[in-house]
């Protein structure tokens, strides 16, 4: 999702100072010293990564990423009607965003960001692309800020792995899919060292199901189609 390292730095600081964990004693969170491009703060033995912020737009952007990330076989592999309603969370600059707008064009597609600056972007873009059906929402580091029973899909593509604070948005997030609504993790696969991305930017299955089951999400498809990164399919638990 886009946001800036500056209020993990100022918390990592806070930490250090009181030695209390923000959330209190009975946090899910722990805190340490942080690994190269980690936060310090990690949830169910997992280091929460630093973000990348809308700076890094040029590389969501990049030539050559539909090939190489297979985005189309991706976004085919959606559970998607033409009246879906979806949200991107962490749309960024709305690569999937707007594939996704043309198969719903009697649905919407809410693109959830934190930052002003990729809030103005994609309400421009949409504007200039005429897709109505694009929604850009403001969301916190906690919440989509998206209405209960109101989602037939939510997306995160590499975005899981920065959340700040994924315990809160995962509930947040459940509450807001409906009852058969189904939420997709695209997230580089950490199993294979020859995935040549950062290591606290990837995940492995393992370590997405035992979240993920944690906040009441259960593995309904365990896609490995895609050429570096695993396509996860969610569904809430009866």
Known sequence: MIRTSVFLSFLWFQLLATGLPALG??????YETPSRDGSGKWYMG?????IMGFHGM????RPGRAEEENTDL???NLPLTSNSVVADIGAGSGFYTFRIAEKVPDGKV??????KEAIDYLQNKADKLNMNQVIPVYG?????????N???????VD????????????????KALKSDGKLVLIEYRGEDPEVAIKPLHKMTVDQVRKELSANGFELVTNGQFLNIQHFLVFGKER
């Open 74 to 76: 991706a976004i085919e």
């Open 46 to 50: 997992r280091e929460i990564s630093q």
């Open 25 to 30: 004693q009975d946090s899910p969170y722990t």
């Open 110 to 115: 809410y693109a959830v960001e934190i930052q």
């Open 159 to 174: 975005v899981y792995h920065e959340l700040a604070f994924p315990q809160e948005m995962l509930q947040n997030m459940r």
């Open 58 to 61: 040029a590389w969501l952007e």
């Open 140 to 148: 916190t580091e906690k919440s989509p800020n998206l209405p209960n």
């Open 150 to 156: 109101s989602l037939d899909l939510i997306l995160m």
